[in-house]
Each structure stands twice: as structure tokens, then as C-alpha cells.
Nanobody, 125 residues
Framework: QVQLVESGGGEVQAGGSLRLSCAFS????????MGWFRQPPGKEREFVAA????????DYADSVKGRFTISRDNAKNMVYLQMNSLKPEDTAVYYC??????????????????WGQGTQVTVSS
């Protein structure tokens, strides 16, 4: 059974940076595509970023492109989300997710079978 544990959330002022981490266990990490999603208060969960099994391909929501960077370390079974130039509208619970991967990335929550418990990110103005 895959387990995902996020860390690194917190409160930061607008313009600041945070790095989220997600630890993967239970299966062979390099066979899973990974994604980050977020759920702002009172809103639905939405796609943020995805990365392929090898890390060679990434995809970003338009709202975070150029500010956020997803990466992975297959030797450490870790996936990261570096968040720069944070805005108050980035405030959300951030979730790490895993999908037994086809070759392409996915923005669709239904394609991710495993989810972490989430970590809160609060950006103050």
C-alpha cells in the first residue's frame, strides 16, 4: 500500500517562499507519476503541478507557472514543490498524490489513486 506524507507547510508573507516535501513509501517510487493539488478555503480541490516517473516531464497550472517548481528524487522516494513569489490566493491545503503511471502527466484527480493527508499553506498580505 502506498503511503504519502507531506511536510513543509506553514505561514508566510506575500512574496515569500516555501518548499513542500512529500515522502513516498510502500511501492517502487519510480513507477509512479506524482502530482500536487490544493484546496483553497471554501473551494474545490485543484491541480497545481505534476511530474513524470523519471522527472523528465512536468506540467503546471497556469496560476502557478513560473513561480512553482515540482521536482523528485527517486533515490530518496521524495517529491518536492518549491513555491516562490507566494500570493494570498495560494493559501490552501496542499496535497501530494501518486498515480501508477502511463507515460504522460495528468491534471485529473481521478487518475491519482493515492493521496497524502495534506499540509496547510497560509500566505498573508
Amino acid at each position: 500500500q502506498v503511503q504519502l506524507v507531506e511536510s513543509g507547510g506553514g505561514e508566510v508573507q506575500a512574496g515569500g517562499s516555501l518548499r513542500l516535501s512529500c515522502a513516498f513509501s510502500g511501492r517502487t517510487f519510480s513507477t509512479y507519476g506524482m502530482g500536487w493539488f490544493r484546496q483553497p478555503p471554501g473551494k474545490e480541490r485543484e491541480f497545481v503541478a505534476a511530474i513524470s516517473r523519471s522527472g523528465g516531464s512536468t506540467d503546471y497550472a497556469d496560476s502557478v507557472k513560473g513561480r512553482f517548481t515540482i521536482s523528485r528524487d527517486n533515490a530518496k522516494n521524495m517529491v518536492y514543490l518549491q513555491m516562490n513569489s507566494l500570493k494570498p490566493e495560494d493559501t490552501a491545503v496542499y496535497y501530494c498524490a501518486a498515480r501508477l503511471s502511463a507515460l504522460s502527466n495528468s491534471r485529473y484527480m481521478g487518475e491519482y489513486a493515492y493521496w497524502g493527508q495534506g499540509t496547510q499553506v497560509t500566505v498573508s498580505s
